[in-house]
């Protein structure tokens, strides 16, 4: 016998009610953008460049008239275009697309929740991110989300942990002495890869020979600290080290770390925020960067948007978020996967 589809009456009927909180969810959260000065936008879904993030895989496009083209993996480009044309507050329910990405935490397509805010501090954002949780649990009638035998109360205060509190708390090491020195390579074999290397095997992380500094800071966050955020409160991850964060401006006071945090609730990641980069010259560097260490992993690398790197120089200073919309909803209906929210899901990503 087949597997049930998603089109299927009783198998419509069944996930119905969720996507009917969705569409409630996603009606709160315009009105909440609505009355706090912000202009919905509606980006192109086709860009000359993807996004130039190492581990980003994108959907490339054939054009008969030349090319080639992108679907975006996010509309950070265009949105950040706008900026530099004069607007101040700006949010936009994106559909972005990502190759590679098939998980209960993962779906080929998917809507990103994404916002800026002109002259304003990255901080602001996270007084965003706390009304979009308690927002989403109102309309979906949820006291205590649930994910995997995790929980937590979305109306809590989040808690700040910065990531070398994480690091000590949860991976038992000391992040600060690791962390590369200014011009320090992260190559493997490198000075600060090595001494990173050699403190995650002490804590008993795996490890491979050509294993990168990012690599294995990812590695470390990936087992030992993401599962353990946003349990009982949310969680806002601060400070990021500085070559975490490509598009973020470094924090002034201490440039080995980047403005940029994250949210967690109930182990799972949900808002990625900046406080952005606005400097061409350093964007385009850490761009060339990313994509040398793509063809160094994956053979290939992304044109960069060079109408892009031109707008940066007329950027006002600005914050904005990237919050993904599907994994929102899933958490505050109490669905397993994000395909179960999603109204027409694709077919192999779908099966109950």
């Not at 990405?101 to 779906?107: A, R």
């Not at 949860?170 to 320090?184: F, I, K, Y």
Request: aromatic share 8%; net charge negative; with cysteine.
């Amino acid at each position: 016998m087949s597997e049930p589809r998603w089109w299927q009456p009783e198998h419509h009927a069944a996930r119905r009610p969720r996507l009917l909180a969705r569409m409630r969810i996603v009606a709160a959260l315009r009105r909440f953008f609505d009355g706090h000065g912000f202009l919905e936008v509606d980006p192109a879904t086709l860009q000359v460049s993807p996004g130039n993030e190492t581990h980003l895989h994108a959907f490339r496009v054939e054009r008969d008239d030349g090319g080639p083209a992108y679907l975006h993996t996010s509309p950070e480009f265009a949105m950040k275009k706008l900026l530099a044309a004069g607007e101040e507050r700006l949010v936009a329910f994106a559909h972005v697309f990502r190759d590679r990405e098939v998980s209960p935490l993962h779906h080929p397509e998917f809507t990103m929740l994404e916002w800026y805010r002109a002259r304003e501090p990255y901080r602001t954002l996270m007084a965003d991110c706390a009304a979009i949780l308690a927002l989403a649990a109102d309309a979906a009638g949820s006291s205590v989300w649930r994910y995997r035998g995790r929980s937590a109360d979305p109306r809590a205060v989040p808690e700040q942990l910065t990531v070398v509190e994480a690091f000590a708390r949860h991976a038992d090491m000391n992040l600060l002495p690791l962390l590369p020195e200014a011009g320090e390579s992260l190559a493997a074999g490198q000075g600060a890869t090595v001494r990173f290397g050699a403190a995650a095997r002490a804590a008993g992380i795996r490890t491979v020979p050509d294993d990168s500094w990012p690599d294995l800071f990812s590695r470390v966050l990936s087992e030992r600290i993401e599962p353990r955020l946003g349990l009982g409160t949310p969680t806002v991850l601060l400070d990021y080290p500085a070559s975490e964060a490509a598009l973020a401006r470094q924090k002034p006071s201490n440039p080995r770390f980047a403005e940029r945090f994250e949210l967690y609730i109930c182990g799972v990641e949900l808002a990625n925020a900046f406080g952005e980069l606005t400097n061409p010259v350093e964007q385009r560097s850490r761009f060339m960067a990313d994509m040398d260490e793509k063809m160094r992993i994956y053979g290939e690398r992304y044109p960069l948007d060079e109408d892009f790197l031109a707008a940066l120089a007329l950027m006002p200073p600005a914050s904005g978020a990237a919050l993904g919309l599907d994994r929102l909803v899933m958490l505050a209906v109490g669905a397993e996967r994000v395909a179960d929210v999603i109204w027409t899901p694709l077919a192999d990503a779908a099966s109950p």
